[in-house]
């Protein structure tokens, strides 16, 4: 038992020690999307009422290699999110959106020549705009504008050399917006953890020059 036991050690050793980094120069070029749908059994008023939120959201970006697993880039997000009624569908919202852009540092930690585990740091301007009702069948559109941060850990796969295949299950970020077009200074903020099988996110990176 105690020489499976050191095997075990030197193989998972050896894999660490064979682990390729991802060398200074190197520039990326991918992003991630995502898709997420949640029901849940609300009392509006009339009844119990299904309210299915569905989310799509799609975040291209670019960056640069400024050392060996350390790479700086600029981010782009767009995101549309839509609730939907089952009692009526003339009362259904239109789309909610968010659009944000901002620079992000990206950190790899490569456990073999294939696989490795990496974090997020980004930080950026949003806007949003969303429907909200005023009242049976009438809707206003909201619109906001601030900043963001969020940290995002993840996993990256790479099938081949210079094709990476990343997944993320959530973030932990902190986010400022302003009502715009209010006749008061109305700002939000909120930070916390958003972690769940819904925030399921894939990405796909291409790597030139590693």
């Not at 036991?5 to 064979?18: E, P, R």
């Not at 029901?39 to 670019?62: C, E, H, K, Y």
């Not at 696989?115 to 009438?138: D, E, H, I, K």
């Not at 601030?146 to 995002?152: R, V």
């Amino acid at each position: 038992m105690q020489k499976i036991f050191l095997l075990a050690l030197f193989s998972a050793g050896t894999g660490l020690a064979q682990a390729q980094s991802i060398s200074a120069g190197t520039v990326s070029l991918g992003g991630s999307i995502g898709y997420s749908r949640q029901t849940d059994s609300q009392d509006l008023g009339m009844g119990q009422v299904d309210v299915t939120n569905s989310r799509f959201q799609i975040a291209p970006a670019v960056g640069y290699f400024v050392a060996d697993n350390l790479a700086i880039g600029l981010n782009l997000g767009y995101s549309a999110s839509r609730l939907t009624f089952s009692q009526s569908s003339s009362n259904d919202l239109d789309a909610a959106t968010s659009f944000q852009v901002g620079p992000y540092v990206q950190y790899y930690k490569m456990l073999s020549e294939q696989f490795g585990v990496l974090g997020t740091l980004g930080a950026g301007y949003t806007r949003n705009s969303a429907p909200q009702f005023t009242g049976p069948n009438t809707t206003v559109e909201v619109k906001s504008s601030g900043f963001y941060s969020n940290l995002t850990p993840g996993v990256i796969f790479f099938p081949v050399p210079k094709f990476g295949i990343n997944a993320s299950i959530g973030f932990l970020g902190y986010d400022q917006t302003r009502l715009e077009d209010s006749a008061t200074d109305r700002k939000f903020s909120s930070f916390g953890a958003n972690f769940g099988l819904n925030q399921l996110n894939f990405g796909g990176t291409y790597f030139f020059g590693r």
